[in-house]
């Protein structure tokens, strides 16, 4: 068994949590799904979600892969 700690992304302010866990969940699988290893999706998923929760509303908030991947997050 291999355990990692892998530390949390900072809390930014928090506008709206509804979907936070669907947002790490979906973005997990899909960037795991991709190639990207265990790691490496999880730290992708947390700074996701921990961005999408900076806004009001499930529909606001998205990144594309290729955004979340380059940083481009507020």
């Known amino acids: 068994c291999n355990i990692q700690h892998v530390p949390c992304t900072p809390q930014p302010r928090v506008k709206n949590s509804v979907g936070a866990g669907a947002a790490l969940l979906s973005s997990f699988t899909h960037l795991y799904i991709r190639g990207r290893s265990p790691r490496e999706s999880l730290e992708l998923?947390?700074?996701?979600?921990?961005?999408?929760?900076?806004?009001?509303?499930?529909?606001?908030?998205?990144l594309s892969e290729t955004e979340l991947v380059n940083g481009q997050i507020i």
């Open 45 to 62: 998923a947390q700074q996701f979600a921990a961005h999408k929760i900076q806004f009001s509303g499930g529909a606001e908030g998205f």
